[in-house]
């Protein structure tokens, strides 16, 4: 689908019809259309991002002249206190008076002032625009994890202290008629320009300097050539890949395919597809909480900043929105993903683990904030020099530390499908390095030379927990997988690493595996008890693992599993469609696939706003699922061997154009079951597709 509209009318009375509306997203080149009114009084507004320069255009084309006003509408005008805090953020403590260790406080933001001498030339230039900035004069969230997990050694600069960002708006004949107020004049034809900037650190002044800089570099390049470099942008990223699915058995009247559930689940695959480039090519991961498209919300206090479980990042969510990233060859919005957890977060963890345990290695905390600490709440609010608990003090998460083999698995999929060296010898590998060698110096082993991961848990679910299977199903996958890295032919190996990765890999445990009513099925761990979230770490064995699978031996045990899981869902960060898919179960996986397509918060038009779930509107933890299903269904690989329909219902068409690793792009057309057109490019990795039958 390659728009979305809604319309609406405005009131009206018995003498006086309601003013028509109607507003397209056009996904072709990312435009938000709107028409007000009918004839010669209805004005054509578009409204679009620019895909090269951090400005927002609005522009409007009238049959008549009109003016037309931009007004700044500031979320935060005075010194505010919440009245509560959300557990991501740093002051979150349980139990205190609104869930805070001490009083918040919101700073207001501050309008771009008018000089004080009318007739200089700065206040001459002022006329042309508008503007406001938020500049931060204090910080606490840093300073206060330093202190409470003792890494004030680790040295690091303040993130958040001296941290300025706003915007500027000016129009071509714009007039300043206040501080809040940009008027352009009556004409036919108008055009708005949003400029935003974030600088740290930065003072006001250097700030509305640098946007003064960004401001001119940005219009060195003509208006329209902007426009068609925009465009382009676009057009490239939608030919990139597709996954379009219709019901099979001939063409249907358009009323009854965009009523199918293999319409909805496309439009809602090429909707998340497009949040999901709207918010990946920033400074910062993806916010699974709401992303960019945060609004004030019904019966929640604060405004448009509030977040549900706040500003931080649960590895567990957060990878969520990237699973379908390589398939769909967007490599590009991994890369703030990366740079977070492989980049700053890392380097602090190697610290961490030095400093906690006395040896080298790298874990990842599941929560985290942006600048690597973990949370205040998770780690505790005891000083670690006043407490024997030198880890985490929260049982949510304190032995939970697979994140990091996640990130592993996920480096090796963007290898993999890109071969970039670069990515490999600067990030992969140092990652490789540090996460294995905490797995294999942290833990004993037993009488075999196996490891003992214990303590442990599977997640946030089971506390208490001996060999967890994520653990075990992680270190399995990806010891195998840089083991297959080619050598000496891929750059950046040594003989170290490759006796790292055999050392580990004979340490690893058997995958978990338990009677449950006399079946055998895979385990949340070899040993577990102390049953406490809702997830279901047995199938991580299948997903995102893939060591029980489609065209795997032992798939018996995961379909058990899966049968005989405890908790269920197909929203939010419920993974039940994946396991589904990967486990071959095709007719359920569409049915849980389309369930979620056609569940999105009722609070809102627009149907990729999903949530608010276990987390928030929009919800990307649910969109996110949404895409790794869908295309799970139809292409899944294994090594060098590509799986084609491994869990596609019959009952869908499809056209598709998906990647897969080593530079390979798939290309096709399904049929009533069926592989009716298959290009595969380059032609000598068609060998290496195997093509499957749905249930």
């Not at 001119?216 to 925009?230: C, M, V």
């Amino acid at each position: 689908p390659d728009l979305f509209r809604s319309g609406a009318s405005g009131s009206g009375t018995a003498s006086t019809p309601p003013v028509p509306f109607l507003q397209t997203l056009n996904l072709g080149d990312a435009t938000v259309k709107f028409t007000i009114g009918r004839g010669d009084d209805a004005v054509h507004v578009h409204v679009w991002a620019d895909a090269n320069h951090p400005v927002i255009h609005v522009s409007a084309e009238a049959g008549k002249p009109v003016s037309v006003a931009a007004v700044i509408e500031p979320w935060r005008t005075e010194r505010m206190e919440l009245a509560s805090s959300e557990v991501g953020d740093p002051m979150y403590e349980t139990g205190k008076p609104g869930n805070s260790h001490g009083p918040v406080f919101v700073e207001p933001d501050t309008l771009v002032r008018a000089s004080g001498d009318p007739d200089s030339p700065a206040a001459q230039a002022e006329k042309a625009f508008i503007g406001w900035y938020h500049h931060n004069t204090k910080s606490v969230g840093p300073a206060l994890a330093a202190e409470l997990q003792d890494m004030r050694g680790y040295g690091q600069d303040d993130p958040i202290l001296d941290r300025t960002f706003g915007a500027v708006i000016k129009a071509g004949a714009g007039v300043r008629e206040d501080e809040k107020t940009l008027l352009s004049p009556s004409a036919k034809s108008h055009v708005f320009s949003v400029y935003v900037l974030t600088r740290h650190p930065s003072t006001p002044g250097q700030w509305l300097s640098a946007m003064d800089g960004a401001i001119a570099e940005t219009e060195k390049i003509p208006f329209e050539k902007r426009r068609e470099a925009h465009e382009a942008w676009w057009r490239e990223f939608w030919t990139r890949s597709w996954l379009r699915a219709e019901p099979a058995g001939g063409k249907t009247a358009s009323g009854e395919s965009e009523s199918s559930d293999a319409f909805v689940v496309s439009r809602a695959y090429a909707l998340q597809r497009f949040i999901t480039a709207c918010a990946g090519r920033g400074a910062f991961p993806i916010k699974f909480n709401g992303s960019l498209f945060t609004v004030p919300y019904p019966g929640t206090a604060g405004d448009a900043d509030y977040r549900r479980w706040g500003s931080g990042y649960w590895w567990q969510n957060s990878r969520l929105p990237y699973l379908a990233s390589c398939a769909a060859g967007d490599f590009d919005l991994m890369q703030p993903f990366f740079r977070m957890y492989a980049g700053d977060m890392l380097d602090m963890a190697k610290y961490r683990t030095r400093h906690y345990f006395g040896h080298g290695g790298a874990y990842l905390n599941e929560c985290a904030y942006f600048w690597g600490a973990a949370f205040n709440e998770s780690y505790g609010w005891t000083p670690r020099e006043k407490r024997e608990t030198q880890i985490n003090e929260s049982r949510w998460h304190r032995w939970e530390w697979q994140g990091g083999l996640e990130l592993l698995y996920m480096m090796l999929d963007y290898y993999e499908h890109t071969l970039d060296e670069g990515f490999l010898v600067k990030a992969l590998l140092p990652s490789a390095r540090e996460i294995l060698t905490f797995y294999n110096v942290h833990y004993d082993v037993d009488e075999n030379e196996k490891m003992i991961m214990d303590p442990g848990q599977a997640l946030e679910t089971w506390w208490e927990s001996r060999n967890p299977m994520p653990e075990v199903a992680g270190l399995q996958a990806v010891t195998e997988r840089l083991l297959a890295l080619p050598s000496p032919s891929t750059p950046g190996i040594t003989e170290n690493d490759r006796r790292l990765w055999e050392r580990v890999q004979a340490k690893i445990p058997v995958l978990p595996t338990h009677l449950k009513n006399g079946v055998l099925m895979l385990a949340p761990a070899e040993k577990f008890a102390n049953k406490q979230n809702l997830e279901n770490p047995e199938l991580y064995a299948v997903f995102p693992y893939r060591r029980i699978a489609a065209g795997k031996p032992g798939i018996e045990l995961g379909i058990e599993a899966l049968r005989a899981r405890e908790d269920k869902g197909n929203f939010g960060w419920r993974q039940d469609d994946i396991f589904m898919a990967y486990l071959g179960l095709a007719e359920e996986a569409r049915a849980y696939l389309a369930g979620r397509a056609g569940t999105w918060d009722k609070e809102s038009r627009f149907p990729a706003f999903w949530g608010p779930n276990y987390d928030w509107t929009p919800d990307q933890d649910h969109g996110g699922v949404l895409m790794k299903a869908f295309q799970a269904m139809l292409l899944q690989t294994d090594g060098r061997k590509i799986c084609l329909l491994p869990a596609w219902p019959k009952g869908w068409n499809a056209d598709f154009k998906l990647h897969a690793p080593f530079l390979t792009v798939i290309r096709g057309r399904v049929e009533d079951g069926r592989l009716a057109r298959l290009d595969v490019t380059p032609a000598s990795r068609r060998p290496d597709v195997v093509c499957f039958a749905g249930d």
